[in-house]
């Protein structure tokens, strides 16, 4: 159940708003009050997300594989909006399949989505968000605490984005800012449903993506966000939910 008014007067960016957890983020924090800058590569799903959510809604189509990319729209957001108070980095790819079989390709894209947009997206964003006393939340995963077989790319990256939600935390330990994450495991999203694993893969190991209590959805992801964005985890930093 959403609390109306936690992020009255505040404005949000949301990265992978066009579905999945990134959408019901974007929902959430839309109908709890925020102003939303939404942010995306395909078009079609972010006019949904703006048709469907409440308030204000900004969108903007981009590809977060180049660096200047997320420095734009961060700072296309403030200039849009006036301010930023949260920074969701959700946007995220999977690619399955054996570790020898991947491609350079393949590996590079999911590093670069994955992880370093998220870093370069907080990059741009903090010094706005130090003005506002705001904070980051980023979207892991539990494939970034332990190993997932047939995911090395996203094991690497996930990890990598636990890693600066930790370091983000402790050199603004002493400054308002504040920088916490979540790490889900099997949850329904449409990346989890296109998934194309190898045909000889071992169900034994493969269960080890999937959460203790099954598949979670995308809504009870975006719960704990707006917890964790919103003031009551005012105390809260470096925490990785899981």
Do not use: W
């Not at 959430?28 to 079609?44: K, P």
């Not at 990890?159 to 935390?169: P, S």
């Amino acid at each position: 159940m959403s609390a109306p008014g936690r992020f009255a007067g505040k404005v949000a960016l949301v990265t992978g708003a066009a579905a999945g957890i990134g959408r019901a983020v974007a929902l959430r924090l839309a109908g709890e009050g925020a102003a939303l800058f939404a942010v995306d590569i395909d078009a079609d799903g972010l006019e949904a997300t703006q048709r469907d959510a409440a308030g204000t809604v900004a969108v903007r189509r981009a590809d977060l594989t180049d660096p200047d990319a997320c420095a734009d729209v961060v700072a296309e957001s403030v200039a849009e909006l006036g301010r930023l108070d949260v920074l969701g980095n959700v946007a995220g790819i999977y690619v399955a399949g054996h570790a020898t079989e991947l491609t350079r390709e393949q590996y590079r894209r999911v590093m670069a989505i994955n992880v370093d947009a998220c870093f370069f997206l907080a990059q741009a964003a903090i010094p706005h968000l130090l003005e506002s006393d705001g904070n980051i939340v980023n979207i892991a995963s539990n494939a970034g605490l332990h190993g997932v077989p047939y995911s090395v790319a996203y094991c690497i990256s996930k990890g990598g984005v636990v890693q600066l939600t930790r370091a983000l935390a402790v050199e603004y330990l002493r400054r308002p800012l504040r920088v916490n994450a979540i790490a889900p495991a099997g949850t329904n999203t449409g990346i989890a449903a296109a998934a194309e694993f190898p045909g000889d893969m071992d169900p034994k190991l493969s269960g080890r993506m999937a959460g203790l209590r099954g598949m979670a959805e995308p809504e009870e992801v975006a719960a704990l966000f707006a917890f964790l964005a919103s003031d009551e985890a005012r105390s809260v930093t470096g925490a990785v939910y899981t």
